[in-house]
């Protein structure tokens, strides 16, 4: 691809260029050019030789991709880590997990557990992702104070929640928030209730009404064990995702983390629907909840991301080991070594992941006039050596570790593994001041 300007802000070459565009073009060496955060040139290095920029970063010996997207997080958990395990979702949920937020879900560790997830995401090259939880103001904040692309939304319950007296509260606070952040390039907005058995059908239907009016995504649980399944039959005589598409809430606007548990009926809803699925392999396999029927809804042509959940359930937001149990859990649950092959599932962590998100036309591949979201991963490591085959050690051999710089929107946020300007080590010892609390809490 040739620019039309002879000057750049930032130009990557010499480098392994992996643009994940849908015709998926791979320069062994190649170059990318950068001006006000967009992509002005992506392609062979020999044919930018004669581009200036501002700034130039030898590539060599590294592989340049577009971030990764985060389809599914609950940021603010992350100091309940490894807090409960080992138990099935509802236990973990009713016992452990909501008292843990009534008592500890204030702003300010919500605010201390989003830094410290945001930090972990953009360390294993994640640039996007989509949140669902309390005190979503707090996580918008800082997603644009770290200059990270966020969807994020207020968590909708029946319940009081740490944040809002009811689901009407949380509703009104939505629009407030679209409001707040409609001019804002990297933060967006997505009605959030929690799941169809969490939420009335009023204020499931309410929520996508104003999701509609105000242009925003939906993001909601669904199907995510075979209980919900079998209380939503018993209640409404439906399974969940029927249920949902009878409330007309199910289209390309609407995003559904999990998707568990379809019946044939379910599958042929979301395909014809167009509704975006964001598969949580780590979290459905830890919970037992059972393994989504991916490769099956990919062949019938749903739109599919991947996600991590909250940390409590992975129990980190790793996207290239997600990447890497998606793969390997399609394979074993179809008895098929081609199922979600390496390149497939690269295409789930980026283009797929940004398109469910709404955001294919401006992050999720390294193309021209995409904003330019692009991590550099260092391939100088024994664990990528020999180098044959760029997706499949980004799948089945990479840990994340090797990413070396981020940038987001042209902004460098990390370099040679050091931030730019986000301060990790008080943010981890933030983190640790919650861990004596929660402790003497647990064992009361
Ligand atoms: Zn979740």
Known sequence: M?????????????????CMDKDYHYYEDGCL??????IIGAGHNNDFTHIEADRVIDGYNKLCMPGLVNTHTHAGMSIYRGV??????????????????AKFGTKESVNVGTRLSLIEMLRSGTTTFCDMYFFAEEVGAIAKEYGMRAIIGEGIIDFP???MKSPGDALDHMAYLVEKWGNE?????????????SCDKGVLKEAKSRANALNCLFHIHLSESQNEVEQCREKFGLTPTAYLDSLGIIDRNSIAAHCVHLTEEDRQIIVEKGMGVSHNPQSNMKISSGIAPIFDLIQKGARVGIGTDGCASNNNLNMFEEMDFASKLQKVDTMNPTALDAKTTVSIGTLWGADILGLSNVCGSLEVGKDADFILIDLDQPQLTPFYNPYSHIIYAMNGSEVDSVFIKGNSIMEKRIFTSIDMESVMNEAKSFEKDIRLFKKG
């Open 2 to 18: 040739k620019v039309t300007q002879n000057k750049a802000d930032l130009k990557i070459k010499g480098v392994k260029l992996l």
């Open 33 to 38: 050019l950068v001006s006000n955060g967009k």
């Open 185 to 197: 390039d990297l933060i967006s907005v997505a009605f959030s209730p929690h799941a169809p058995y």
């Open 84 to 101: 409960a395990d080992d138990l099935p979702l509802m236990t973990w949920l009713n016992e452990h997990i909501w008292p843990l937020e």
């Open 161 to 163: 929640t740490p944040s």
